[in-house]
């Protein structure tokens, strides 16, 4: 079972942030979620969770200072940030901090989902039922079984050529 740490402290955002990480885990993984720094760093503590997506803008101990803490005691936890903050500064202290991705607000939910698939996909290697939900191209579907169709009567006729 994984665990998510979702830090924002915009509530909308959150809850965005939140519905989206929901449809691309585990039904038997959890998400926590916080709206400070501190929050983030005792939730951390608390459960050591699998993956993080924090913001930087935040209440009481901003996200860079709150990750520093985190990486005290979960030094190879992958995290996302995703901030209205762009500044290089922050950019580099995350890149410092080993954050696997910095997503710049306003961001789309496929580009969440993308960032979030390469942090999460490794860590549920023994789930692959989730992986074919994350890989069939179910928009496909109609097209491909016309193709198997075509394909299969062009065999029917061949055989029907050969041994008829």
């Known amino acids: 079972m994984d665990t998510i740490l979702i830090v924002e402290d915009d509530l909308l955002e959150l809850q965005f942030l939140k519905e989206i990480i929901e449809s691309e885990i585990h039904p038997d993984d959890q998400i926590l979620t916080c709206t400070s720094g ?23 101990l901003d996200g860079i200072k709150a990750l520093t803490e985190i990486r005290k005691f979960c030094p190879d936890t992958p995290v996302i940030i995703i901030s209205a903050c762009t500044d290089f500064t922050y950019v580099r202290e995350a890149m410092h901090l080993q954050v696997k991705d910095f997503l710049p607000k306003p961001v789309r939910p496929l580009t969440i989902k993308q960032a979030f698939q390469k942090i999460y996909l490794p860590s549920m290697a023994p789930r692959p039922h ?35």
Request: aromatic share 16%; hydrophobic share 50%.
């Open 38 to 60: 501190t929050d983030a760093v005792a939730l951390s503590r608390q459960y050591s969770p699998t993956s993080i997506l924090m913001d930087i803008g935040l209440p009481e």
């Open 130 to 164: 989730l992986l074919w939900k994350l890989t069939f191209p179910f928009h496909k579907l109609p097209f491909i079984w016309i193709l198997l169709k075509k394909q299969f009567n062009l065999y029917i006729g061949i055989l029907e050529i050969e041994f008829l």
